[in-house]
């Protein structure tokens, strides 16, 4: 029988997600639903990178409110998830390289406590999470996720979060509701949403050769990372469900990507 534990990306756009009726959340709520229950969640969110390559490591989580100009309901919400300092450790046993380097000052941002806030609500999970590394390749990205592969057989649940097509300053914010996109952004989609089923994760990490469209998509990288660490946890056999994947004002899509 097979107790691996899937993992997954999740396209989280705004964090007003975290607290408003969408029409996207409630699938995030399914697909958490349809996964056995995590024994600990670990988390690669776009929204912490860092130098070197860090983890958080505090017992007792503060919340980051890192966004301005939105309701105040937004910065009163509360998800008291643990910390686990065990798994912390783990991972950092688990890379042979880089260095992972614990930190017990680091907060959640939300890309974390926003998603989790919908998929997990009761924040009965212990959750950790690992900064992207703002000096490594694209293959030391590749290299570091595949590392975290043991984690899915003893019931860790990764999570990517961030998006697959971001692009803030085209944004058609008088039409931030329309869920269509941008001829351009539909042609970035179906060319990495091909590759992704493909699974040609080669082509993927080389994003930057994949023609003017996906530049557009994915001006920095940072948003898009993240699914690339879960397209590297996945092997042969894993079924593969992609859903989400309608836009946001034209340049922002909320594809997501479940592996698993």
């Known amino acids: 029988m097979n107790n691996k534990m899937p993992a997954i990306f999740i396209g989280h756009g705004s964090p007003m997600l975290a607290i408003e009726e969408n029409p996207f959340t409630p699938k995030w709520q399914q697909a958490a639903q349809a ?88 924040a009965d999970i212990p959750v950790v999470q690992i900064s992207l590394g703002g000096r490594l390749s694209m293959q030391q990205h590749l290299e570091l996720a595949k590392q975290l592969k043991p984690l899915r057989e003893q019931g860790v649940l990764i999570l990517g979060s961030g998006n697959l097509i971001h692009n803030l300053r085209l944004l058609d914010w008088q039409n931030i509701d329309r ?53 590297a946890l996945r092997d042969t056999d894993d079924k593969l469900d992609i859903f989400n994947t309608d836009f946001v004002g034209g340049s922002l899509d909320m594809t997501c990507v479940k592996v698993g």
């Open 35 to 122: 996964m056995p229950k995590p024994k600990a969640i670990l988390v690669i969110s776009a929204h912490w990178v860092s130098m070197g390559v860090a983890e958080t490591s505090a017992v007792d989580h503060q919340l980051i409110y890192d966004f301005a100009g939105f309701p105040e309901e937004l910065y009163q919400v509360r998800y008291p998830a643990k910390g686990d300092f065990q798994l912390a450790e783990q991972v950092k046993n688990l890379i042979t390289s880089p260095d992972i380097r614990l930190d017990d000052e680091q907060g959640l941002d939300h890309g974390s406590w926003a998603v989790l806030k919908q998929m997990y609500p009761a």
């Open 179 to 231: 869920l269509s996109g941008y001829d351009w952004a539909i042609r970035a989609q179906q060319l990495l949403l091909d590759l992704i089923r493909a699974n040609d994760l080669e082509s993927l990490a080389n994003y930057r050769t994949l023609g003017d469209d996906v530049q557009k998509a994915i001006p920095t990288a940072e948003h898009y990372l993240p699914l690339l660490y879960i397209l």
